[in-house]
């Protein structure tokens, strides 16, 4: 078996964020689903930028949040997304770069630009997420390189790729590429309407190669199409390995086997932004993972990461995660 070098590698949407506060009249206005990420083309997006004050740009993606998150712990990452060679991609391959992350997918030299998500937080925190994939259509399997697959624990895959045809052939040949090199997959379903989407092509991925499967409490209740999350839990423990699912304020829930972990919510003094909770809980439970941790600790510690990033603007931590976890005594 090939040696490691990577806990995790990410593959994912390569977006960069743009960061705007509005009202939930203006959501309204727009005719949004507050808390919804939906897709959009180029002319939308303008649109909804145009109409909205001040705004920041910070780089993004789910999957690319959660490396980072990783690398932040004290872990090794690498990941896998498409960006064009313009301003916002040169943003991307700094951040992600200067991050710790292994990042050598090469840009796109022509067509649509790269991805961004503008993300409009309301004055409770929550975020609804309208964005323009752009250059992530472009990714596709011959971006995907095996070798690299098979040197990461853990190959670790956002639901969002599921949606642009060639970059699901390349989500489909990475986690091939880890089973075969006995390596571990990981699912994060991203989004409830993103459950809706895709539900049957999900379970069928989920029960054939996932080990490891992150969602939060509509997404998994989507999923099973149940209105119960116990009977949403009693489910999934049937198709996979580990679930880890998360309940905001409530906590999360690691299902192993037999075996249900409880774990509460780590404490936040204000609630500024939930852009990226659940990306940082993943970065989390997947560092204490591939680090031997227990699922119990793992999530701790996924949920001390969201913690984190929800206290301020960002879907990236500001502080170095592996300093906090030592802090809190959740890391030796």
Avoid at 114 to 119: D, E, Q, Y
Avoid at 261 to 287: K, M
Wanted: hydrophobic residues 40%; negative net charge; charged residues 20%.
């Amino acid at each position: 078996m090939t040696d490691t070098r990577f806990d995790v590698l990410g593959i994912g949407n390569a977006i960069v964020d743009v960061l705007t506060h509005v009202d939930d009249g203006f959501l309204k206005d727009k005719g949004l689903n507050k808390g919804a990420m939906q897709l959009i083309d180029e002319p939308t997006a303008n649109e909804l930028y145009d109409s909205v004050g001040p705004a920041i740009e910070i780089s993004g993606g789910s999957a690319a949040n959660t490396i980072a998150g990783i690398t932040s712990f004290g872990g090794t990452g690498a990941y896998i997304g498409k960006v064009r060679n313009d301003q916002l991609g040169n943003v991307f391959n700094h951040d992600i770069r200067s991050a710790g992350v292994d990042f050598t997918t090469s840009p796109a030299q022509d067509g649509p630009a790269t991805a961004r998500c503008l993300v409009l937080i309301t004055p409770d925190g929550e975020r609804t997420m309208n964005t323009f994939l752009g250059a992530c259509v472009g990714l596709s399997p011959d971006d995907v390189d095996t070798a690299q697959v098979a040197a990461a624990k853990v190959t670790y895959l956002e639901g969002y790729l599921w949606d642009p045809p060639r970059a699901k052939e390349a989500f489909v040949k990475a986690a091939g590429a880890a089973k075969k090199a006995g390596r571990m997959v990981s699912l994060s379903l991203s989004d409830a309407f993103c459950v809706d989407r895709h539900r049957e092509s999900f379970l069928e991925l989920i029960r054939r190669d996932v080990d490891i499967l992150f969602a939060n409490e509509s997404e998994i209740k989507s999923l099973y199409q149940v209105s119960g999350f116990d009977d949403a839990l009693q489910a999934v423990r049937r198709d996979c390995e580990f679930a880890a699912l998360t309940r905001s304020e409530h906590g999360s829930v690691v299902v192993e086997a037999q075996d249900v972990h409880v774990v509460e919510a780590h404490p936040i003094d204000r609630l500024a932004d939930a852009t990226g909770a659940g990306d940082l809980y993943a970065a989390g439970f997947l560092y204490g993972f591939t680090n031997g941790g227990s699922p119990a600790n793992c999530a701790r510690l996924g949920s001390l990461a969201a913690a984190e990033v929800i206290s301020h603007v960002g879907a990236r931590p500001e502080v170095s995660l592996n300093a906090l976890a030592r802090e809190k005594g959740l890391i030796a």
